[in-house]
């Protein structure tokens, strides 16, 4: 079964300063790989995905991630947030169960901005 | 275009009572799938639906049960509410093979 964990459940940081948020994936066959964002009282926001081809993932809000195969591993980095970046964030693995197509998340990691 | 719509927005119910969710996937979308999502955790998957079929389920008991119109729309019906049926549930909609999942804004459920 393919299973998610993002490493650490928060992460504040100061305006302007990089980011990593962590996530770590096991599975037994080719992955398809997500982060999504959620503010405050909304839904879920995708921010980049990996299917295939290079593994640095450019995505909206000017968020990357980089896949490493040899290490099951698909971080989130930024260079320098903003305030309007807190929020939580959740790295999903696409699995297949019995003919569904489903998305397994991480528990989240909450990233808090401070001015 | 409209986005992944979900009414009600916010629901509160009695334990034992039924509940029913709605959702209106993307147009042109003809995959929906259901999240629940407890407070302080990721989402879990419940169910998909693709061309008015179930394609799966996950780990959610029989008081769980869902539907897909012929225009793709969807319900989602919890039967026997308890306490720890409290969450967000979250539609999602999709084009079989297409990773492109496109959440709606959610329906927050209290029990009480």
């Known amino acids: 079964a393919q299973s998610v964990t993002q490493l650490d459940s928060q992460v504040p940081v ?4 990089p980011v990593e948020l962590r996530c770590n ?15 405050p009282n909304q839904g879920l926001q995708l921010l980049l995905k990996y299917l295939s081809g290079s593994t640095l993932v450019k995505g909206i809000n000017g968020f990357e991630a980089e896949f490493n195969k040899s290490q099951t591993s698909f971080h989130l980095r930024k260079p320098s947030v903003h305030i309007s970046d807190t929020a939580e964030y959740f790295c999903a693995v696409s699995s297949f169960l019995q003919g569904a197509q489903k998305l397994v998340f ?3 990691t ?4 401070n001015p | 275009d409209a986005g992944v719509t979900q009414s009600p927005t916010h629901l509160i119910k009695t334990r034992g009572q039924h509940v029913t969710l709605r959702c209106s996937p993307i147009s042109g ?4 799938s259901w999240y629940q999502q407890v407070l302080g955790q990721g989402p879990q998957f419940i169910f998909q639906y693709y061309e008015k079929e179930e394609r799966g389920r996950g780990n959610f008991p029989d008081r769980f049960s869902a539907r897909q119109f012929p225009n ?3 319900e989602l019906n919890v039967n026997a509410l308890l306490l720890g049926d409290s969450a967000l549930y ?6 079989i093979g297409d ?3 496109t959440f709606g804004s959610g329906t927050r459920l209290t029990v009480v």
Do not use: D, M, P
């Open chain 1, 14 to 17: 100061f305006e302007e300063a």
């Open chain 1, 25 to 39: 994936y096991s599975s037994s066959v080719s992955v398809y790989l997500f982060w999504y964002v959620q503010y």
């Open chain 1, 106 to 108: 991480g528990q989240g």
């Open chain 1, 110 to 113: 909450r990233l808090t901005i």
């Open chain 2, 29 to 32: 979308h003809k995959s929906v």
């Open chain 2, 72 to 74: 793709y729309s969807s």
């Open chain 2, 90 to 95: 979250l539609c999602a909609s999709s084009e």
């Open chain 2, 99 to 101: 990773y492109g999942y």
